[in-house]
């Protein structure tokens, strides 16, 4: 089946550090890329679809600036949390549909757990 | 837009009892609708979906009805066993476009 593969799935990082989340598809390409943020307890909140070759789009509230998304591959989007401070720490997790399954069929990486001390 | 609620928030049953979980949504237009288990520390992996079309469906311990009229659906979980503990979240995809619109989640608990 299809299989994204998320990088790293722990990271520890100090205040003004930048952190950089991997997510690969292995086995389809992945036009798109969906990527959210959990807080304990709660549910998955999206945070921005990245498209390949297309700069991402943020949801409300997301500073683009602050958290950088890359989707320069079929293969590969990156999230890069710049000047992370304590309040970023969370869980990051992506995730694709599979290509030509409208809607259908998202396969989710296994989470980044940030913690910025 | 679509909005799903989810309920209960926590639910735990005797081992070998039966879990169900019910999610409703607002928007008409969506038209599928997948349930993801989230184990502690882990990104959700799909374990059953449905589209509009279907009205139930079914994988061994596990099925999903959806009552479009009503605009909910509900996850079923028959024999329960300890590795069924974990977050349930429901989710739908409206029409308009192909985000998941989620469920707040349920934390089951299956009790030995």
């Known amino acids: 089946g299809a299989v994204v593969s998320q990088h790293p799935s722990w990271v520890i990082c100090k205040s003004g550090t930048s952190v950089k989340i991997e997510c690969r598809s292995l086995?389809?390409?992945?036009?798109?890329m969906f990527w959210y943020r959990q807080f304990p307890k709660q549910s998955l909140m999206l945070m921005a679809t990245?498209?390949?070759?297309?700069?991402?789009?943020?949801e409300q509230g997301v500073e683009k600036d602050k958290f950088l998304i890359n989707h320069a591959s079929l293969t590969l989007s990156t999230l890069t949390v710049t000047s992370a401070h304590p309040e970023d720490s969370s869980f990051y997790i992506c995730?694709?549909?599979?290509?030509?399954?409208?809607?259908?069929?998202?396969?989710f990486g296994s989470g980044t757990r940030l913690t910025v001390v | 837009g679509e909005n799903v609620e989810q309920h209960p928030s926590t639910l735990s049953v005797q081992e070998g009892d039966s879990a169900v979980i019910k999610c409703t949504y607002s928007d008409s237009a969506s038209n599928y609708f997948p349930w993801y288990k989230q184990e502690l520390g882990k990104g959700p992996q799909l374990i059953i979906d449905?589209?509009?079309n279907v009205g139930e469906k079914k994988d061994q311990r596990i099925a999903v009805t959806l009552n479009k009229t009503a605009k909910h659906f509900s996850l079923h979980i028959t024999e329960t066993q300890p590795e069924d503990s974990a977050v349930y979240f429901c989710?739908?995809?409206?029409?308009?476009?192909?985000?998941?619109?989620w469920g707040a989640g349920t934390k089951l608990i299956i009790k030995p």
């Open positions: 989710a739908a995809i409206p029409d308009s476009n192909y985000q998941l619109i």
């Open positions: 449905i589209r509009s």
């Open positions: 086995d389809f390409q992945a036009t798109t």
């Open positions: 990245s498209n390949e070759g297309s700069k991402a789009t943020y």
């Open positions: 995730s694709a549909p599979r290509t030509g399954t409208r809607g259908y069929g998202y396969t």
